[in-house]
């Protein structure tokens, strides 16, 4: 057995691989396999599982083999299913800061998986090859059946949140996830999911926690705002790529606010966006009015900030509307 073989077939499964697989692929024994990973200073961060070396793995590479080491071993596809869940899914979608300190894991409820202090394997009679996508060789559950494993362990808040960062990013919509509750109405958490999926279907489109935030504490202060984001059409002979939308506020009124996250609006090509959408506006003929909320003004100067939209809401109104306040039927449902 040559080791650039051995290597060759180890690169082309992206580094990182079980032994019964790199030793079925060079037709070879495991025992051989072994052997070479350790002459050859291999990184071997499971009993089954072997690597190339890395000075330093990442949390995605012990997830990834996290997952491999839980694979089954019958060749069946149905029977071996194993997918990243739960927290470890949401960091290696990019929607968690860090790794969690334990890898996630869900398998089938029927199959064992020998204990490890550092996975977390949860069993679930819902988990089919459909819930199981894979992005850069590592089995990932789909986000519609993610939220219903962080359902779980999440309150309604943070499972919320969870929800709103994973439409923001397009990778679900509420229908996939109304059918995940339809299919499986008894797991554990479904209340909450359920509560939070016609929530957010009452509100419309949301792209952030601030966001929602703002308009419930906007409906408890008596002021009701389109169902949505307010879509701004493009000037007659605009061009087709206008395609702008106020987080916030009332169309028939030309009244929008935006709202401000750290994590949306504070890199350089968030800036230079929200600069362009700015003089875009300036541009516009029909006396637009936008003001801009962040966390600070939803925190700590509420009442202030409430009184500033109330003002130009009342203005608005009067200017476009020709009476004091706006009524329900000027707004978008």
Same mark, same amino acid.
Request: charged share 25%; aromatic share 6%; hydrophobic share 45%.
């Given at each position: 057995?040559?080791?650039?073989?051995?290597?060759?077939?180890?690169?082309?499964?992206?580094?990182?691989?079980?032994?019964?697989?790199?030793?079925?692929?060079?037709?070879?024994?495991?025992?051989?396999?072994?052997?070479?990973?350790?002459?050859?200073?291999?990184?071997?961060?499971?009993?089954?599982?072997?690597?190339?070396?890395?000075?330093?793995?990442?949390?995605?590479?012990?997830?990834?083999?996290?997952?491999?080491?839980?694979?089954?071993?019958?060749?069946?596809?149905?029977?071996?299913?194993?997918?990243?869940?739960?927290?470890?899914?949401?960091?290696?979608?990019?929607?968690?800061?860090?790794?969690?300190?334990?890898?996630?894991?869900?398998?089938?409820?029927?199959?064992?998986?020998?204990? @490890?202090?550092?996975?977390?394997?949860?069993?679930?009679?819902?988990?089919?090859?459909?819930?199981?996508?894979?992005?850069?060789?590592?089995?990932?559950?789909?986000?519609?059946?993610?939220?219903?494993?962080?359902?779980?362990?999440?309150?309604?808040?943070?499972?919320?949140?969870?929800?709103?960062?994973?439409?923001?990013?397009?990778?679900?919509?509420?229908?996939?996830?109304?059918?995940?509750?339809?299919?499986?109405?008894?797991?554990?958490?479904?209340?909450?999911?359920?509560?939070?999926?016609?929530?957010?279907?009452?509100?419309?489109?949301?792209?952030?926690?601030?966001?929602?935030?703002?308009?419930?504490?906007?409906?408890?202060?008596?002021?009701?705002?389109?169902?949505?984001?307010?879509?701004?059409?493009?000037?007659?002979?605009?061009?087709?790529?206008?395609?702008?939308?106020?987080?916030?506020?009332?169309?028939?009124?030309?009244?929008?606010?935006?709202?401000?996250?750290?994590?949306? +609006?504070?890199?350089? @090509?968030?800036?230079?966006?929200?600069?362009?959408?700015?003089?875009?506006?300036?541009?516009?003929?029909?006396?637009?009015?936008?003001?801009?909320?962040?966390?600070?003004?939803?925190?700590?100067?509420?009442?202030?900030?409430?009184?500033?939209?109330?003002?130009?809401?009342?203005?608005?109104?009067?200017? +476009?509307?020709?009476?004091?306040?706006?009524?329900?039927?000027?707004?978008?449902?």
């Amino acid at each position: 057995m040559s080791p650039s073989i051995l290597l060759d077939h180890l690169r082309a499964r992206g580094g990182l691989t079980t032994v019964a697989d790199l030793a079925a692929g060079v037709g070879c024994s495991a025992r051989a396999v072994r052997r070479h990973a350790d002459r050859q200073g291999w990184w071997c961060p499971l009993p089954d599982v072997v690597g190339l070396p890395r000075a330093r793995p990442s949390a995605r590479d012990r997830i990834h083999a996290a997952a491999l080491q839980a694979t089954g071993r019958t060749g069946d596809p149905e029977r071996d299913l194993v997918a990243v869940t739960r927290l470890s899914a949401l960091y290696l979608l990019g929607l968690a800061a860090s790794a969690p300190t334990k890898v996630d894991l869900v398998v089938p409820g029927w199959r064992y998986v020998k204990p @490890d202090p550092r996975v977390a394997v949860t069993r679930s009679t819902h988990l089919t090859a459909d819930d199981i996508t894979t992005r850069a060789h590592i089995p990932l559950v789909k986000s519609a059946p993610l939220l219903r494993d962080l359902a779980a362990i999440r309150d309604v808040d943070r499972l919320r949140l969870d929800a709103i960062e994973l439409l923001r990013c397009q990778d679900v919509t509420l229908e996939d996830v109304e059918v995940v509750l339809a299919h499986g109405s008894s797991f554990p958490g479904s209340g909450r999911l359920r509560q939070v999926v016609q929530e957010l279907r009452s509100v419309g489109r949301v792209d952030s926690a601030l966001e929602y935030r703002a308009r419930q504490r906007f409906r408890a202060a008596g002021i009701e705002f389109d169902r949505g984001q307010v879509h701004i059409p493009a000037p007659s002979g605009g061009s087709g790529d206008w395609a702008m939308h106020l987080d916030l506020g009332i169309a028939a009124i030309r009244f929008g606010i935006e709202v401000d996250s750290f994590a949306h +609006h504070s890199s350089p @090509d968030a800036l230079r966006r929200d600069a362009e959408r700015a003089n875009r506006l300036a541009l516009l003929p029909e006396d637009w009015r936008v003001l801009h909320l962040t966390w600070w003004d939803l925190q700590e100067r509420w009442p202030a900030f409430l009184g500033m939209a109330r003002a130009v809401i009342a203005a608005q109104t009067a200017r +476009h509307l020709g009476r004091p306040w706006p009524v329900a039927a000027d707004l978008v449902r």
